[in-house]
């Protein structure tokens, strides 16, 4: 299977992101991005707090996956019970 991937339509990431090289993060107040870590079974290990200048690229990621997310209810109307 082919690795998943989306194109960033604004900033700096105006290129091609694979899914597998944006970590698992959270941003808060698009100033602070604190990213996850886990270990091979999946078991949350800690995270690691970013400096405050990598939150724009953060940010970027998060407009880019809300760019190509769907709404629940529309979601659900196609694949719920």
Do not use: N, Q
Not at 24 to 53: I, K, N, P, Q, R
Not at 62 to 71: G, I, T, Y
């Amino acid at each position: 299977m082919a690795p998943s991937s989306a194109t960033a339509a604004s900033g700096s990431l105006a290129t091609t992101v694979r899914r597998e090289s944006v970590p698992d993060f959270w941003l808060f107040d698009s100033t602070d991005t604190a990213v996850l870590e886990y270990d091979e079974t999946g078991a949350f290990l800690g995270a690691e707090v970013l400096d405050a200048g990598r939150a724009s690229e953060f940010a970027e990621y998060r407009e880019m996956a809300l760019a190509h997310s769907e709404p629940f209810t529309d979601w659900w109307a196609k694949h719920g019970k």
